[in-house]
């Protein structure tokens, strides 16, 4: 499938080798995505008034279903962007970033983080060192000293509030990590 690509020159006279190289940049997205349905290109020139130092700005707008990706500056203020060809090779690497990022999260491929089961400090043993979590839905959790992280074991009370996670023990649910809510 060839990708319905435009390309827009800005403040310069169009460079056939320039589009021809935003061309060959542009079909290398049919291996990321088929899923393209548009991508138009600016490469704009630095303004004439400056002396030197002038530097290439290329942004890309592709438009897939429903979303469109947008590179406005690939790496700004990036004095190799004197050169054309350097802005668009970077401009087209982070729109291949975003283009992967679409696909995967297209695919279901994106992690979720799931939230750390939360609950209440319900009993200390000092002496023996260990506790239990009372959850939100009112199950008991174990918990050794050496699971609390972050604050001394000896400094907890009844009624504190942690996140923890949940592991299977010899003698039922026990927490591996508790978090202190503050």
């Known amino acids: 499938m060839q990708i319905p690509l435009q390309v827009t020159f800005l403040h310069m006279e169009a460079?056939?080798?320039?589009?021809?190289?935003?061309?060959?940049?542009?079909?290398?997205?049919?291996?990321?995505?088929?899923?393209?349905?548009?991508?138009?290109?600016?490469?704009?020139?630095?303004?004439?008034?400056?002396?030197?130092?002038?530097?290439?700005?290329?942004?890309?707008?592709?438009?897939?279903?429903?979303?469109?990706?947008d590179i406005r500056r690939a790496s700004p203020m990036d004095k190799s962007h004197e050169d054309a060809y350097v802005a668009l090779r970077d401009a087209f690497k982070a729109a291949r970033r975003k283009l992967q990022d679409y696909e995967r999260a297209r695919r279901g491929d994106v992690k979720t983080h799931v939230q750390m089961p939360h609950g209440r400090i319900s009993e200390i043993d000092a002496a023996q060192g260990f506790g239990r979590i009372e959850t939100d839905d009112g199950r008991l959790i174990y918990?050794?000293?050496?699971?609390?992280?972050?604050?001394?074991?000896?400094?907890?009370?009844?009624?504190?509030?942690?996140?923890?996670?949940?592991?299977?023990?010899?003698?039922?649910?026990?927490?591996?990590?508790?978090?202190?809510?503050?």
């Open 15 to 69: 460079s056939p080798a320039l589009e021809d190289r935003v061309r060959k940049l542009a079909a290398r997205f049919e291996k990321f995505s088929t899923q393209i349905i548009h991508c138009h290109v600016f490469i704009e020139a630095p303004q004439r008034h400056q002396q030197q130092g002038g530097l290439y700005n290329v942004r890309i707008s592709i438009t897939v279903p429903g979303s469109e990706i």
């Open 143 to 182: 918990f050794h000293r050496n699971s609390v992280l972050d604050a001394p074991f000896d400094t907890l009370k009844t009624g504190v509030e942690v996140r923890f996670s949940e592991e299977r023990g010899d003698l039922g649910p026990q927490a591996s990590t508790v978090h202190v809510i503050s």
